[in-house]
């Protein structure tokens, strides 16, 4: 069965202070793994699309990465603006809807 | 980034009513879109991917008569829930998918910004 799990559930970070989000996966076939920003009350931002091990991507403060296991979301020198839930989501096989982590709850504090 | 509107933002209904949500993407054509359901601190569950011009694919446990979908158009995808109960209230959540084209050909799910949905 296709799994995403997200890891920490909860994250508190001092403005300015470096970290990573991760996503674990366990799918058959992977089609892309996707990262979304969700703000309370509000439908997920959409972040990034990685395709394939090795592949990286970056959005201002945010750079996403990419293996074979696993997906990484690394935060510099993050801003309370950031403050949001990071969602990680894939797509696996013949199929285009995207299988959802649980999410990580990122506060920023000033 | 492309966008998906959905309209009502909110909505509130009596038992046993019905209420439509519609799901539109406003700057590209989407064959295929996708209906969410989002309960308060939980992730996105998935109910139905709706392919224009076909019948909607239902997820495991999602009541396909009580959650109408169409897809009439390549632009327009509709959520009908039908005779609602309190237990129907939630946050209802859209996408479309686009395809990408180019060195990186893939595609990229745009979400709309959610119908919050009240059943009194």
């Known amino acids: 069965e296709d799994q995403v799990t997200q890891s920490p559930e909860a994250l508190r970070l001092q403005e300015g202070e470096s970290s990573s989000l991760n996503c674990s996966y366990t799918?058959?076939?992977?089609?892309?793994l996707f990262w979304y920003r969700q703000d309370p009350g509000k439908g997920p931002e959409f972040l990034f699309t990685?395709?394939?091990a090795g592949e990286e991507k970056e959005k201002e403060r945010l750079k996403a990465t990419l293996t074979k296991k696993e997906s990484f979301l690394h935060i510099t020198a993050p801003k309370p603006e950031d403050s949001a839930t990071y969602l990680c989501?894939?797509?696996?096989?013949?199929?285009?809807?995207?299988?959802f982590g649980s999410g990580t709850r990122l506060l920023v504090r000033p | 980034g492309a966008v998906v509107s959905q309209h009502p933002s909110w909505v509130i209904c009596k038992s046993g009513t019905s209420v439509k949500i519609e799901c539109r993407s406003l700057?590209?054509?989407?064959?295929?879109m996708f209906w969410y359901r989002q309960f308060p601190k939980q992730s996105l569950m998935l109910m139905a991917t709706?392919?224009?011009?076909?019948?909607?694919?239902?997820e495991q446990g999602v009541e396909k008569d009580k959650f109408l979908i169409n897809h009439a158009s390549l632009t327009l995808s509709t959520l009908t829930v039908t005779s609602a109960h309190p237990e129907d209230s939630s946050f209802y959540i859209c996408?479309?998918?686009?395809?990408?084209?180019?060195?990186?050909?893939?595609?990229?799910?745009?979400f709309g910004e959610g119908s919050w949905l009240t059943v009194v």
């Open positions: 996408s479309a998918r686009i395809t990408e084209t180019g060195l990186h050909s893939g595609n990229t799910i745009y």
């Open positions: 799918v058959s076939g992977l089609r892309g």
């Open positions: 990685l395709y394939s």
């Open positions: 989501a894939v797509q696996a096989g013949g199929s285009y809807k995207l299988i």
């Open positions: 700057d590209f054509q989407a064959t295929t």
């Open positions: 709706s392919n224009e011009g076909s019948k909607a694919t239902y």
